[in-house]
């Protein structure tokens, strides 16, 4: 596999936000081999050192967690870190990594949904398919758009807040035969994973996976990552039911220079 655009190394500060830090070196990701893991500077982090692996036709949330060499030592980043405002988590997703048995992506794009937001499904209030969307930041909210796409959301703020960020698109690190089979497309081209539906399919989640802890080892874990240097905003997609304000919100983040990024392109620019 290869990646067009070099995964953007910073140096990570987990007590400011929106402030990018010159590299020092690039990396290009490549299929044959994983990331190498990066630990997080926050003691509450935590350490990941020894995995089993599940079944791939699992479709549920497994406690036993896999084994990928390379982000052995790597740390899940911990609850504290996803409660606070979604849309001052959006962008500090970006350059982290969601990991599911053999698969490891990092997040290239996002969308921040906010309380008080007519985008937001938490406009409908608590009900059985938007109550994890209301729970404590950290979790995962996962829903069928049209029936068909499955969209992994997480869960951002307090408990109660109602607001989550969307995971629009990610680029492949571990697992390519496995997020191929799943996507079914053989092809290393970006196609394979930008766009929300193609990120959840190349996961293997589906909806049972919603209000699952992101922050725990086993099943699906959102790993600690590098900052990008730069940031692209721009106004959310697919939205425009939404209130005129809402629609025009520049609450879409992706990182700047990469591929991995869905359409529309020409939306975003330089934050």
Same mark, same amino acid.
């Given at each position: ?20 830090v ?6 290009t ?36 967690p ?13 609850p504290?870190?996803?409660q606070?405002?979604?849309?001052? !988590? ?5 350059? %982290?990594? @969601?990991?599911?048995?053999? +698969?490891v ?5 996002? =969308? ?16 059985a ?12 909210y ?41 996507r ?38 959102? !790993? ?5 240097? %730069?940031? @692209?905003?721009?106004?959310? +997609? ?6 005129? =304000? ?17 359409a ?8």
């Amino acid at each position: 596999m290869s990646l067009s655009a070099p995964t953007l190394l910073v140096q990570m500060n987990p007590t400011h936000q929106f402030k990018p830090v010159a590299s020092k070196s690039r990396k290009t990701v490549r299929s044959s081999q994983c990331l190498e893991g990066r630990t997080s500077h926050s003691s509450k982090a935590v350490t990941v050192r020894t995995r089993t692996k599940p079944s791939r036709k699992q479709t549920r949330p497994q406690s036993s967690p896999v084994s990928l060499p390379c982000f052995r030592n790597t740390t899940i980043l911990p609850p504290e870190f996803f409660q606070i405002d979604a849309l001052d !988590l959006a962008p500090r997703l970006l350059g %982290k990594f @969601l990991r599911r048995d053999d +698969v490891v992506l990092q997040i290239t794009e996002v =969308e921040a949904y906010r309380p008080n937001d007519s985008a937001c499904h938490g406009r409908f209030g608590v009900t059985a398919r938007t109550a994890p969307v209301f729970g404590p930041g950290g979790h995962a909210y996962v829903y069928l758009c049209y029936g068909l796409h499955t969209m992994l959301n997480v869960v951002a703020d307090k408990e109660g807040a109602g607001a989550a960020v969307l995971i629009r698109a990610c680029a492949p690190v571990c697992g390519l035969e496995t997020i191929q089979e799943r996507r079914g497309q053989q092809t290393e081209k970006p196609i394979l994973l930008t766009g929300p539906g193609k990120v959840g399919q190349a996961l293997g989640i589906t909806t049972e996976w919603s209000n699952h802890p992101l922050y725990t080892p086993g099943g699906l874990e959102l !790993l600690d990552g590098p900052e990008p240097d %730069k940031i @692209l905003i721009g106004p959310r +997609v697919g939205i425009e039911y939404a209130l005129p =304000e809402h629609v025009n919100a520049l609450w879409r983040f992706a990182i700047a220079g990469s591929a991995w990024i869905s359409a529309p392109k020409n939306t975003l620019r330089l934050s």
